[in-house]
């Protein structure tokens, strides 16, 4: 089965994200991470010489966001 990646430009992403309330949100998940209720492994690197580029990696979960 092929996949198809789609590319947002900046434009794209203005059109969806709200910035007050992302602002909002990176704050409560900072206070989260600061209180131990944040699962935040190390991130991962894929590098790409190539290309002069490089994946990362960055998963995280957060207790709070399954209740």
Known sequence: ???KMRILSSA???????MPE???????????????????????YLFFGEHDGDFRVMPAFMDSLGK
């Open 12 to 18: 794209d992403i203005a059109k969806i994200l709200d």
């Open 22 to 44: 992302v602002l909002k949100l990176v704050e409560q998940a900072f206070g989260e991470r600061g209180r131990g209720r944040v699962q935040m492994p190390p991130k991962s």
């Open 1 to 3: 089965m092929a996949r």
